[in-house]
């Protein structure tokens, strides 16, 4: 079993930033892929962006790319997420999500281990 654990979330305003955080604990060497998932109010959760758990591949929605950062330390088993120019329409709670193997990297339920969730909130 892997655990994963985000924080980091809060209330910032347009153009800000915040940095927001996973810690994996557990199996973390079964670890195949990482994500990061959003999901807002009366809507469906979306994927924001993904990094390969042991290469340095990333991927991102057109939504947040060039503004999003994934990145990962795995000395200390931790992910994280810049987010830069945030956007009103950015504000929802923030999934960090772990994956045992691909394809797939952008349907959530292609990822097997997920945290509780952390908002985050852009105010206008």
């Known amino acids: 079993q892997v655990q994963v654990l985000e924080s980091g979330g809060g209330l910032v305003q347009a153009g800000g930033s915040l940095r927001l955080s996973c810690a994996a604990s557990?199996?973390?060497?079964?670890?195949?892929?990482v994500g990061w998932f959003r999901q807002a109010p009366g809507k469906e959760r979306s994927f924001v962006a993904a990094?390969?758990?042991?290469?340095?591949?990333?991927y991102y929605a057109d939504s947040v790319k060039g503004r999003f950062t994934i990145s990962k330390d795995i000395a200390t088993n931790t992910v994280y997420l810049e987010m830069n120019l945030l956007k009103p329409e950015d504000t929802a709670v923030y999934y960090c999500?772990?994956?045992?193997?691909?394809?797939?990297?952008?349907?959530?339920?292609?990822?097997?281990?997920w945290g509780q969730g952390t908002q985050v909130t852009v105010s206008s």
């Open positions: 990094a390969g758990w042991s290469s340095s591949f990333t």
């Open positions: 557990g199996r973390t060497f079964s670890i195949y892929r």
């Open positions: 999500a772990a994956q045992r193997s691909g394809p797939q990297l952008t349907l959530h339920s292609a990822y097997d281990y």
